[in-house]
């Protein structure tokens, strides 16, 4: 029997209620995260809300919220949080990764090595 695969990504509370709220503004759609190649430390973060999920995704379903995983993107993220933080400067979502190596000073990109499988 086949144990239960974990979730790639795992979702903070005030993060799942931030894309609720995005989420029932915009009415449909699904969240889909990912990686990018790009700025000073290699790789970026991207988030985009899209009508529907792709065949290759992942699927992660966390308290009610589904968030799409691109597929080229599932070693870099495995075992990530993602969070929503709100400061005096800022608000925005932010990943707890553990696959990540560096960053650069802006916080804007950072550097991955994917997960061992």
């Known amino acids: 029997m086949a144990r239960p695969r ?3 990504v795992r979702l903070t509370s005030s993060a799942n209620a931030r894309i609720r709220e995005i989420m029932a503004e915009r ?3 699904v969240l889909r995260v990912g990686v990018k190649n790009g700025g000073c430390a290699g790789m970026e973060y991207v988030m985009d809300y899209v009508d529907g999920v792709e065949r290759l995704d992942e699927v992660v379903e966390d ?6 995983i691109d597929a080229k993107a599932v070693l870099f993220l495995l075992g990530s949080e993602i969070d929503y933080e709100v400061t005096k400067l800022a608000t925005r979502f932010t990943f707890r ?3 990540q190596t ?3 000073g802006c916080g804007e990109s950072v550097t991955i090595v994917p997960a061992a499988s």
Not at 63 to 68: M, S
């Open 6 to 8: 974990p979730a790639i």
């Open 27 to 29: 009415g449909a759609g």
């Open 63 to 68: 308290d009610g919220v589904k968030i799409a």
């Open 97 to 99: 990764n553990p696959n």
């Open 102 to 104: 560096d960053a650069c």
